[in-house]
């Protein structure tokens, strides 16, 4: 009868470690889909900018400006998805 008690607490201390490490991995891998999702975006965003700034001929300041803002909200959110996955 002890047996099956050591046995019962055994397991389920076993279980309850093989759960927290599951969450742990499936956080960290979604952390790292995040992080590639929001880079893959902000490479986009970039490209489109790029199209749309090389339409004339040259990059005024008006354009180079939209582009500091794409980086920084890219930058941004890049950031904030790392602090969440914390």
Request: aromatic fraction near 6%; glycine fraction near 6%; avoid cysteine.
């Amino acid at each position: 009868m002890r047996d099956k008690i050591t046995d019962f607490i055994g397991i389920t201390f076993q279980s309850m470690l093989t759960i927290a490490q599951t969450d742990a991995i499936f956080k960290i891998i979604s952390l790292v889909l995040t992080i590639i999702t929001t880079t893959v975006l902000l490479a986009r965003n970039i490209y489109e900018w790029y199209i749309k700034a090389k339409k004339d001929g040259k990059i005024d300041a008006d354009e180079g400006k939209e582009l500091i803002d794409i980086v920084d909200k890219g930058v941004n959110d890049l950031k904030d998805n790392i602090k969440k996955g914390d």
